[in-house]
Nanobody, 121 residues
Framework: EVQLVESGGGSVQAGGSLRLSCVAS????????MGWFRQGSGPEREGVAV???????CYADSVKGRFTISQNNAKNTLYLQMDSLKPEDTAMYYC???????????????WGQGTQVAVSS
């Protein structure tokens, strides 16, 4: 059974930093493409940053230069380093995985339960 467990969310002031982690289990991590998505007050789940099985990355324009996605295959863990946080980054952040690289589209097969990020001005 594939499981994704996020952690690292919290409350921070604008300009601050957080690092999210997603621990994966139940599959061969290195064969999968992974990503971070978020859902704020709107109905759509937005792609934030994704990484393919070769380590190639893609970021939403709204986070380029501020967020960094990375992974540790030995630990089956995906990270999202978030710097220069803004109030508009406030959302529930989800980790996702699939053998298919869906770029920033929320079509990944497996999802975690999410971790909340709140940024105050």
């Amino acid at each position: 059974e594939v499981q994704l467990v996020e952690s690292g969310g919290g409350s921070v002031q604008a300009g601050g930093s957080l690092r999210l982690s997603c621990v994966a289990s139940g599959y061969t991590y290195s064969n999968y493409c992974m990503g971070w998505f978020r859902q704020g007050s709107g109905p759509e789940r937005e792609g934030v940053a994704v990484i393919d099985s070769d380590g190639g990355t893609c970021y939403a324009d709204s986070v380029k230069g501020r967020f960094t996605i990375s992974q540790n295959n030995a630990k089956n863990t995906l990270y999202l380093q978030m710097d220069s946080l803004k109030p508009e980054d406030t959302a529930m952040y989800y980790c996702a995985a699939d053998t298919v690289f869906w770029w920033l589209l929320p079509k990944y097969r497996y999802w975690g339960q999410g971790t909340q990020v709140a940024v105050s001005s």
